[in-house]
């Protein structure tokens, strides 16, 4: 017995391509699955560092500011809490309340695109691989409604992947099909599941 499942809105084949797809199948040949071995680059440092232009100690929180040529401010706070780790916060304000009305849905769902699209040519699954072994935890980044945001955890030897991923997603971001797919399926299920939570509910009769 031959079971077939297909959606609904498709061509059910007739009996004789069901019967040569299934005695004919041993004739195909399958080439092995070959992974991705991960080369390609993910930044290059830039060939002049931007300059320092002033430098200044923030009162009451033991924090110094680093104002850079090109307008960035870098304010940096040393603790004792754990000798290696860096909690990284990189934003500007604007977000949301920049985007013309008719752009908004685009732009709320675009860090999500971004982020299952991968960077540098590789896909999200990649892209994984490449960083494993690399400590970088609570890896972000977003469009809120009145400011934009990376963050990320690391320590001294992976601070500079983190710093290029910054650069990469927000200079050179990548939107691929793959991506976009990944996107639609994650809406389609959480579509699906409302409702299921009692909060949905609640937020559902009080709107």
């Not at 290059?44 to 680093?66: H, I, M, Q």
């Not at 000798?83 to 916060?89: E, F």
């Not at 935890?137 to 710093?163: M, P």
Request: negative net charge.
């Amino acid at each position: 017995m031959l079971l077939v499942l297909m959606d609904e809105d498709e061509e059910i084949p007739d009996e004789a391509d069901l019967s040569a797809l299934w005695t004919g199948w041993g004739n195909k040949s399958l080439s092995a699955y070959t992974e991705s071995t991960g080369s390609a680059v993910l930044g290059t440092r830039p060939e002049r560092k931007a300059d320092v232009v002033s430098v200044r100690a923030v009162d009451g929180v033991d924090a110094t500011e680093y104002e850079l040529e090109n307008g960035a401010r870098i304010l940096a706070k040393k603790t004792d809490f754990d000798t290696d780790s860096i909690q990284c916060l990189a934003y500007s304000t604007g977000g949301l309340s920049l985007i013309a009305d008719a752009d908004i849905p685009s732009a709320v769902m675009a860090s999500s695109y971004a982020y299952y699209s991968g960077i540098a040519g590789l896909s999200a699954a990649e892209l994984g691989k490449k960083l494993s072994g690399k400590q970088i935890g609570d890896w972000d980044f977003d469009i809120q409604d009145t400011y934009e945001y990376f963050s990320a955890t690391t320590n001294r030897r992976d601070l500079e992947t983190v710093f290029q991923l910054f650069s990469l997603y927000f200079a050179e971001p990548q939107f691929t099909e793959d991506g976009w797919n990944t996107v639609m399926a994650n809406v389609d299920q959480a579509a699906m599941s409302h409702g299921a939570d009692p909060h949905d509910a609640l937020a559902d009769a009080l709107n």
